[in-house]
């Protein structure tokens, strides 16, 4: 039924759906939670039968196990079980479905783990074109800077058998200047970060024309050179002297492990290898895009199956704490150490990552802060595209 009417239901009459569908199997008390931008928290999706109750911390709670570990977590209740479902839309974690059954067995399982990933894909659907779910993931306001922002990013989390990418943007509800993005094509895992000068809404702008000039020279199949000249005269194009954007381009063969990048006015990415950093991938560097410079240098570097990389902003490192002193790459470097040990998936790693720094910098952000973790493990995805007989 789910599948039949997905195409043209209303967003507001998803909920009620779903709700009835899991009645039809003897479930109760559904629930729709969905990460708040920052991921700090799971927030109910407010609809008609739905169950609606407090936000649930991510961190220390079963509805967040089951979000950071991407596992059924059930919870005995009193004569009955309360079922917890990641929802992913391919393998972006968009939520959790919770709902409680009188008992589960493993075909109840299979059966509601293909539930919930079609809920997943019919919220992010309906996404496009409603802002209740918008609304629903949001606890404070959001600048207008903001809001350009995160309708430019890609999904935060992309796995395959191959490669892993998981971002974050801090702050979240008023980051400016900072964006990435990615896509796969073939064997190739493009990559860009970006910094844009400034803060407020022209730092926004400023950004949205870097990302929307290197998805238009990324997909004219250029080479990394190439694509630094293009995105390069956009911004000269439109935007006065003295405007520019640090940067980093990348390219992964997600066969061979092979990485080549370009490295534009932007701090160097960080190798991690065996769960902690092993160098820091300094290269030679370009001006800034928009100031015109030279044909840049590609860099390469084969990686190890296993191998993470680390792109981030400046805003990470170049915050003043108490007493003017930089928090540093080498405070980084700790933090990424320290949690690296703890055996996390990619996502829950660079959310990790992004919170304990906060933490580091005793919550202090007068400037965007972006993270870009990227995994290569390597060998083929054919199997997924054999039907098991």
């Not at 659907?125 to 306001?141: C, G, H, I, L, V």
């Not at 900072?178 to 407020?200: E, K, P, Q, R, T």
Request: a negative charge.
């Amino acid at each position: 039924m789910l599948l039949d009417r997905a195409h043209e239901m209303p967003p507001q009459l998803v909920a009620p759906l779903i709700a009835e569908e899991v009645a039809r199997i003897g479930g109760r008390d559904v629930s729709i939670l969905l990460q708040d931008y920052d991921q700090m928290l799971l927030l109910p999706l407010p609809g008609r039968h739905l169950m609606v109750g407090e936000p649930e911390l991510i961190d220390g709670s079963v509805a967040g196990r089951a979000f950071l570990d991407v596992v059924i977590v059930e919870e005995p209740l009193a004569a009955a079980v309360r079922v917890f479902l990641p929802l992913l839309d391919g393998s972006d974690q968009v939520g959790v479905l919770a709902l409680t059954l009188d008992s589960v067995d493993d075909d109840d399982r299979r059966l509601l783990r293909r539930l919930a990933g079609l809920v997943a894909d019919m919220l992010v659907t309906k996404n496009s074109y409603t802002d209740r779910f918008f609304k629903a993931r949001r606890r404070e306001p959001m600048s207008v800077a903001a809001e350009i922002q995160w309708s430019l990013l890609p999904p935060l989390r992309m796995t395959t058998p191959q490669v892993v990418v998981a971002g974050m943007l801090e702050p979240a509800y008023n980051v400016a200047g900072d964006s990435f993005d990615y896509a796969l094509n073939d064997d190739i895992l493009h990559v860009a970060v970006i910094d844009a000068m400034g803060h407020g809404l022209n730092a926004a702008v400023l950004a949205t024309v870097a990302i929307g000039a290197y998805r238009h020279a990324r997909r004219a199949d250029v080479g990394l050179a190439e694509l630094y000249a293009f995105m390069d005269s956009a911004i000269v194009e439109q935007f006065e002297p003295e405007q520019f954007v640090t940067a980093q381009m990348a390219r992964l063969d997600v066969g061979t492990g092979r990485l080549e990048w370009v490295n534009a006015g932007h701090p160097a990415p960080l190798l991690i290898r065996d769960h902690r950093v092993i160098r820091s991938l300094e290269s030679a560097t370009t001006l800034p895009v928009g100031f015109g410079g030279d044909q840049p240098q590609v860099s390469e570097l084969a990686l190890q199956q296993g191998d993470q990389l680390l792109f981030f902003t400046d805003g990470l490192v170049e915050e003043r704490q108490a007493g003017g002193e930089q928090f540093g790459e080498q405070r980084l470097i700790n933090v990424i150490d320290r949690a690296a040990r703890e055996g996390m998936n990619t996502q829950a790693l660079a959310r990790t990552y992004s919170h304990s720094l906060m933490r580091e910098r005793r919550g202090i952000t007068t400037d965007d802060a972006t993270l870009l973790l990227v995994e290569w493990n390597g060998g083929s995805a054919d199997h997924l595209a054999v039907l098991e007989t």
